[in-house]
């Protein structure tokens, strides 16, 4: 089975967390590494477009390029993961004043009061329990040509393997009713989204179809210009696990990216401590036919050392391919993780 682990950036920040986790990554013979490069808006590498992200330990340091130099020859692959449409929280505002919402503030969704979210106060948001922060709105034609330039510029720049989509969904129903969707979305459907029928499920479904459009619409723009570039370039993607949930509440319409073949690789976030619950998942994907792989992300950090062994096993009992642990740093704390997969293998 193929191994992978998703790295958050945390460990990005300088040459020694960099070099470790270089080192338990050949040892353990892990052999897909999604590395988070863009987090809030801010990188992990040397860009011309997005500010560098102030964690950096020295603005010359470029961790993407020390981490590819770390690992040159070695049979592991890396997948440059950028955070996608989510693109700050927090009450402070960007330090950079090259940061995207600070250029664009326009660019923020709009909730169906018609409000940006960035009028919000992060306190706001995170009481609303359905709001990580500010996502941009992946309608707006701006939008979509800057994060068509971040994916280019890393794939022309860097000697990855992989670029790896996070937060490529809306992030919850409730969004995005920005002036600029609302007239398109009238032009397209009839109705303005705001005075969307609550009663009609004609309505409801339509204007739900329309959004889950515009992710596709970025995810396919994204891959052609990705492969336009180098066609051996692997795209992928971390989606929410659970079919209805992705798409109706999320928008993330992630089986029709494989339909269209926009997609390399898929890895639903398969995280849960109810090994049944996984199993139900797992179910449900081998009632399709699938065009790209499919790795299963399994959450370490809902659950201890044994019963990830079991959820690896399980992955394994099903037929299939692989898997991709979150996150490193969970297996970090706890040696055991490392002694007990290389075990079951
Ligand atoms: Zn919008």
Redesign the pocket.
């Known amino acids: 089975m193929k191994k992978g682990l998703w790295v958050v950036r945390n460990i990005l920040e300088g040459p020694e967390s960099i070099r470790e986790m270089a080192d338990i990554a050949i040892k353990n013979n892990f052999e897909e590494l999604f590395v988070q490069v863009r987090g809030r808006g801010e990188t992990f590498y040397k860009s011309t477009i997005d500010p560098l992200d102030p964690a950096v330990k020295g603005k010359d340091f470029d961790p993407l390029a020390y981490l590819l130099d770390l690992l040159a020859g070695e049979p592991i692959k890396i997948h440059a993961w950028i955070n996608t449409l989510f693109t700050w929280s927090g009450d402070q505002e960007p330090w950079s004043d090259r940061h995207v919402i600070r250029r664009h503030p326009e660019w923020v ?2 909730n169906y009061h018609g409000v940006s979210l960035n009028d919000y106060t992060q306190q706001q948001l995170t009481e609303s329990g359905i709001y990580e922060g500010q996502y941009l ?1 992946p ?2 034609r701006g939008v979509r040509e800057y994060l068509l330039a971040i994916y280019s510029e890393v794939v022309r720049q860097y000697k990855v393997n992989g670029i790896h989509f996070d937060f490529v969904r809306y992030p919850n129903p409730e ?4 002036p ?2 609302r007239i398109q979305a009238k032009k397209d459907l009839g109705f303005d989204p705001l005075k969307v029928d609550q009663f009609s499920p004609e309505q409801q479904s339509a204007w739900n179809k329309w959004r889950q459009q515009r992710v596709t619409a970025l995810v396919r723009g994204v891959y052609q210009a990705v492969k336009g570039i180098d066609r051996n370039m692997v795209v992928s993607a971390a989606v929410y696990p659970d079919f209805d949930d992705a798409s109706t509440w999320r928008l993330q319409d992630w089986p029709e990216w494989d339909r269209e073949e926009i997609i390399d690789l898929l890895v639903p976030m398969a995280y849960t401590d109810d090994q049944q619950k996984l199993i139900a998942w797992l179910e449900s994907y081998r009632q399709k036919e699938w065009k790209s792989q499919l790795l299963i992300g399994l959450g370490a950090y809902k659950i201890d050392s044994n019963q990830l062994i079991e959820q690896i096993k399980i992955c394994r009992n099903q037929g299939y391919d692989g898997y991709v642990i979150f996150d490193y740093s969970t297996l970090l704390r706890d040696k055991k993780y490392f002694s007990k997969i290389n075990e079951i293998e």
Not at 175 to 178: H, P, S
């Open positions: 969704m709009h709105c309608a707006n969004v995005c009713y920005c600029g969707c």
